[in-house]
């Protein structure tokens, strides 16, 4: 039987060295590749890895805000690896009580011994539930991360706003605007996938290509033509934002429509 495994890390070339390292082991199955946080907890949750290879410092949710959305989402965890290229975060991993961690460079020595250590815990249900059980307790009891901040460009003004203030986020002409009760201007961020990954919330949610709302300042769902919706926000425009169909099924079970 196949170990499923996933490759987590913000580098594209240190997942494709990686992915290319564990083609030499047989055992390792590799179900899937994410590019940041969010993603992993999406994977994990879709694709139920047995092994996850977790880079520890990633922007937005990192490693450990990682393992701690997954643990308040409830769902099964599998065994973690961490990578860094920081001896301090080796540190931080075995706090948590993480399988194994590589330094990069992933050294192939270093690799074997890795995936010899999983096969031992996957042998040992028992052994693999106390860690589990150590790492949900450990995770459970950390601090938890302060709430990011957004930068925003205003009128030849830098502002600096709590992700909690921003109503929506739009994207014209590769310009992504942000929203506030009071503000509006322009992010330094290129996309609105990394936009929201930088948020790190569950809040937010893309409704449509081009617009990121937070679902905590919708005032009001408004029913559209052929069964799709829009939404009014609470902002002093009451700005109205179309939901795309992709998302019509996810609007319908936030709100029970």
């Known amino acids: 039987m196949k170990i499923r495994t996933l490759i987590v890390d913000d580098e594209r070339p240190a997942r494709e060295e990686l992915s ?3 083609k030499s082991f047989p055992e390792i199955n590799v179900v899937g590749q994410a590019k940041n946080g969010v993603e992993a907890v999406q994977m994990v949750r879709e694709k139920s890895p047995q092994v996850v290879f977790l880079d520890v410092q990633m922007p937005g949710l990192d490693g450990l805000g990682v393992v701690r959305r997954l643990i308040e989402k409830k769902t099964p965890l599998p ?3 961490f990578a860094t290229a920081f001896d301090n975060y080796a540190v931080r991993a ?7 961690y590589l330094l990069k460079p992933i050294a192939k020595p270093r690799l074997v011994k890795a995936i010899e250590r999983i096969r031992r815990f996957l042998d040992s249900n ?14 459970q009891e950390a601090p938890s991360s302060p709430r990011p901040k957004l930068m925003v460009k205003s009128a030849g003004h830098m502002f600096l706003i709590s992700s909690d203030d921003l109503i929506f986020a ?4 590769g310009l992504i605007s942000i929203h506030t009760r009071d503000l509006e201007g322009q992010s330094n961020c290129r996309t609105i996938e990394e936009l929201q990954t930088n948020l790190d919330s569950p809040n937010f949610w893309r409704v449509h290509r081009s617009y990121l709302v937070n679902i905590n300042r919708i005032k009001e769902v408004i029913p559209w033509f052929k069964s799709s919706y829009q939404l009014r926000m609470d902002d ?3 700005t109205e934002i179309p939901v795309s169909r992709a998302q019509t099924r996810k609007l319908r079970e936030l709100f029970n429509l």
Do not use: M, P
């Not at 075995?94 to 194994?100: C, G, I, K, R, S």
């Not at 059980?133 to 450990?138: A, N």
């Open 20 to 22: 290319f390292l564990l």
């Open 170 to 173: 739009t994207i014209q002409d």
């Open 79 to 81: 065994l973690f690896v």
């Open 126 to 139: 028992e052994s693999t539930q106390e860690k589990l059980d150590c790492l949900v307790r450990l995770v």
């Open 236 to 238: 002093r425009k009451q």
């Open 94 to 100: 075995f706090e948590v009580n993480a399988l194994d």
